[in-house]
Nanobody, 115 residues
Framework: VQLVESGGGLVQPGGSLRLSCAASGIIFRIYTMGWYRQAPGKQRELVGTIGSGGSTNYADSVKGRFSISRDNAKNTVYLQMNSLKPEDTAVYYC??????????WGQGTQVTVSF
């Protein structure tokens, strides 16, 4: 199983980025996909998830700014991040979970929001 994130980088406050996570080795369409992030010195936290049926939920800190989508034909999940703030700076991780099985994780991609 591989989850490969891409799309991170440096962006100015107020800017946008779209992260992608390409999955292989799993039946992608049945998995709940999630995005998490970890800032320096902090615990990893949930950003949001998208279920196999397309339902989404988000952390309060990103509601209205971030959106998650999935393309089952491409085995890819996306995180669209708008109105970025310096406090969004973190390593962003992709997560794949099926029911109560142990989840799979990607290697992470760095997002830095700064002038």
């Amino acid at each position: 199983v591989q989850l490969v994130e891409s799309g991170g980088g440096l962006v100015q406050p107020g800017g946008s980025l779209r992260l992608s996570c390409a999955a292989s080795g799993i039946i992608f369409r049945i998995y709940t996909m999630g995005w998490y992030r970890q800032a320096p010195g902090k615990q990893r936290e949930l950003v949001g998830t998208i279920g196999s049926g397309g339902s989404t939920n988000y952390a309060d800190s990103v509601k209205g700014r971030f959106s998650i989508s999935r393309d089952n034909a491409k085995n890819t999940v996306y995180l669209q991040m708008n109105s970025l703030k310096p406090e969004d700076t973190a390593v962003y991780y992709c997560n794949a979970r099926y029911k109560f099985d142990s989840p799979y994780w990607g290697q992470g991609t760095q997002v830095t929001v700064s002038f």
